[in-house]
Structures are given as C-alpha cells and as structure tokens.
C-alpha cells in the first residue's frame, strides 16, 4: 500500500538558527505574531483536506489579526489556545488544532526535511512506551468474555505492535470479545489497520483515505500476515461514547460496514479527517487535516455524523450492566438471575440421586442440596434460575434432566464457558 506523506511546510527562523542554545518563546511580539499567522496560513491552503475551507480559516485568522485579537496575547500557550479557537470557528473541524511545544522550541528550528521532525518523533515514541502503547487493558470476564481496552492508536512501531499482539493473544479463546472505545480519542490510521487485521483471516477492504491536494487514494486493507499468528473468530462487540473520535471511529465504522463487530454504546463525535503534523518554527505546531475518509461498503465516511451504535448503552455503564445487556442468555447473567427459592418436592423428585463422581442431591428444609466429594464433602445450597437450571456453586451451574446417547443426567456449564456432561448412577 502506499504510504500517505504530509508535506511539512519548513519555515527557516534566521534568528533562532543564530543562537547556540535556543530557548522556548517566553513572549510572544506583534512580529513574531505576524510570522505565525502568515506561516499557519500558508500551511492550511497547502495542506488542508478542502482548499475552498483553507482559504476560510486563513482569511478568519487575518481578520483577527487586524482587528488586534492576538495584540495582548503575551504567553505563547495562551497564543496557541487563541488560534484553536478562531480556527474551529473559522471552519469546524475536530481534528484540527494549533499548539505550542516549549520542549520542542528547546531543540531550535526544524531540520529541512520532508516528512515528521525526527526529535518530535523521539519526545512521542518514549512517551507512548511509558503508557503502554494506550493499552490499559486485556483481561477475561466471567463467562469467558475477552475484554480489551485502549485509549489511543499509536504509530506503528515493532514495540507497539507486540503490545497488540499480545493482548489480543491473550483473549484468543474467548466465547466473545469486547474492545472499549469509550474513552480513546484516535490517532494513527496505520494503527487501525493493523488493528482490524486480528479480526479477518482474509485480506479484507476496509476504510480508504483520500488525499484531495495530492490526488491520491490509499486503500485500506487488513493484513492476517502482520498479527504473528492471531486470528480472533469470536462475536466481536465495541463499546463507544460521545467522545469517541478519529481513529477510533475509523476502527468502529470499519467493523460495523463489514459486519465483523457489533457497535454498543453512544453515537460517537464524527470526526474522520487523518491529520499531520506541521511544524511551523519556535515550538508551534499545527495538526492540519489532509486527507478525508471512504468506506466502499457504505459508499460514505462518519465525518460530521458519527458511527451509530446498534445497541444503545450509556457511555458510564458499568461491566456487569454491560455484559448483562450484551450476553443476556450467558453464564454471567444466569448467574445474576439466581435466587434463593424453596423448591417443590414434586418437582425435582426426578433430579435427587447420586451422579457422576459421587456428586449427591437431596432435599432438605424446602431447598436443593448437593454434597460434592470432589470438593471434601462440602454442601451446596442451589440457586434457582429456571426450572432444571440451578447455580450449583461460584463455578458451574447445573441442567438437570440432560440425555447423552442413552445415558440420563446433567449438564455442567462452567464458568469459562466449557460444559460437561455427569451421568445419573443407575
């Protein structure tokens, strides 16, 4: 596939170019002022996704230049925060945004290059490293129900695809898969790609990205080759909010449009253009949206709508109300629908006896017992769920009234989702 480049528009500062030890912006001059806005100028109408909206934005920010908006703005941060604002007012756009790095200013002008400055790649790289790559979590839930959460899409590195591969491993064998979106708010599109490769065993179209300026398109294909052996068969389920956004919505949509995922939460924010870094000199730096999205199975992208869940939940929903809401038949909320209930003798007559491994059921004070040898000869009060479904004990619920071929008993649902059969002694 071929590989989609923001061109950097470099910008040489004779005067910090000059210094030996450059230091961040600590005020902000009406020519220094100047130069920004002419240089995020021109950035917006070579970069931005829409020329005709570049040249609104350019023509807004000039306005509020004259008119002395920026003229007492003496911190560059309050500068930066200043000129978000106008360009979001200018031309509503999620992705884009305006701000100020003192790290970066540290480190002088940017070398003339195309493609990222190389030291903000570096400031990046170790700072996803230290929060894992945005994966906060990969664990099973009762049921056997894999649950993977992460709040970002990092660039495609080999240690952060080994910290995707491992997680998704890790859920492999789950029934099903819940991947929490709720809180991550996008980044990389190489990254969803690699991500949605875990969930097709087939090279699969997903969403393209279209790059107006340059007129080029770059189709999205999944990669089963590039997830070291890890194909997830499982119903997938994601979760979303309202502040679900960009490459988190790239996934979300992707998955609804091919039908391998199942959206459950909120409609999400509704911003799809991929944005790039442009450096614009003294520590600033614009995220200016290059390129807007396609999905060729919907003939459309989610800018501006959002993706649409086909389970409504709240964005605060809890595990336990959201695995009883996706999973309503599983062991987790037949767990949940157990009660405590006297039993008519009548009823379970045919259930008493001794079964399978000495496993031994009596009736006692109007209640269901079961004295298990397997676990020292401890006694059991069970749980009512339906009539023949009882919860049994923290770790299996029991069917009663089972056939296997000739043999009558009951059936063993355990909570990691296996089941097993245990024969009635004659």
Known sequence: MKKII???????????????RPVAVES?????????????SKALIANYVFTDKAQVMSKYLYGQLAKGVYNNIKDPQAFAEQISTDLQTGCPDLHMGFHYNARLAQLGPPPPMNGPDPRQDSLRNADMAARNFAFTASEILPGNVGYVKFNGFVD???PAIQTVTAAFRFVQHTKALIIDLRENHGGSPEMVKQVASYFFPEKTRVNDIIVPNKRDTSKGWTDPTATDGVILRMPVYILTSS????????LA?????????????????????????????????AGIP????????TGTEWEGIGVVPDI???????LDEISLTLFPNSWYANQHKAVDRPVEPSTVQAYLGTYEGGLKFYIKDGAL?????????????????????FQLDENVQVKFGQQQGAASGMQFYWSNGNISFKQKNQ
């Open 6 to 20: 923001l061109f950097l528009l470099i910008i040489p500062f004779a005067c910090m170019a000059q210094e030996t």
């Open 28 to 40: 902000m001059t009406p020519e220094l002022t100047k130069v920004v806005v002419d240089t995020l």
């Open 156 to 158: 495609v590195t080999p």
């Open 243 to 250: 502040q679900t956004v960009s490459a988190a919505e790239d």
């Open 253 to 285: 949509y992707a998955m609804q449009a091919t039908k391998r995922g199942t959206i459950a939460g909120e409609k999400t924010a509704g911003g799809s253009h991929p944005v790039g870094p442009v450096f614009l000199g003294h520590g600033f730096v």
């Open 290 to 297: 290059f390129a807007h999205s396609y999905n060729i199975h």
């Open 312 to 318: 409504a939940l709240k964005a605060d929903a809890s």
């Open 369 to 389: 017992y079961c004295e298990n040898p397997e676990r020292g000869n401890q006694v059991f009060k069970l749980r009512y769920i339906s009539p023949g479904f």
